[in-house]
């Protein structure tokens, strides 16, 4: 059974970067792909980017290139790295753990969750 706790969600303003942690336990997290995700009020909850085992990464439409994932495993952490926010990054934001080897782009399959961390950004 794997743990996963977010942290590093706030306030931030538009135009602004923020890092978010995610912390797991209690599994072999280097064996893990991890995602983030992220649910607006009213919204279903939206595929920010996954990193694999290999440290491969892959991202959502509306984050590519702005968001980038990074990943520790000496110290069971993945990160978000998130930049030139807006209004419409308003969200809680989840990670996620599957042990599946192929790329997702959904919350469907994923093994694991935290319970997230709310980020705000203002205008």
């Known amino acids: 059974q794997v743990q996963l706790v977010e942290s590093g969600g706030g306030l931030v303003q538009a135009g602004g970067s923020l890092t978010l942690s995610c912390k797991a336990s209690?599994?072999?997290?280097?064996?893990?792909?991890m995602g983030w995700f992220r649910q607006s009020p009213g919204k279903e909850r939206e595929f920010v980017g996954g990193i694999g085992w290999r440290a491969n990464r892959w991202y959502g439409d509306s984050t590519r290139g702005r968001f980038f994932i990074t990943r520790d495993n000496a110290q069971n952490l993945v990160y978000l790295q998130m930049h030139s926010l807006g209004p419409e990054d308003t969200a809680v934001y989840f990670c996620?753990?599957?042990?599946?080897?192929?790329?997702?782009?959904?919350?469907?399959?994923?093994?694991?969750w935290g319970k997230g961390t709310l980020v705000t950004v203002s205008s």
């Open positions: 209690g599994g072999t997290f280097s064996s893990y792909a």
């Open positions: 996620a753990a599957t042990s599946r080897s192929a790329e997702f782009d959904t919350e469907y399959g994923m093994d694991y």
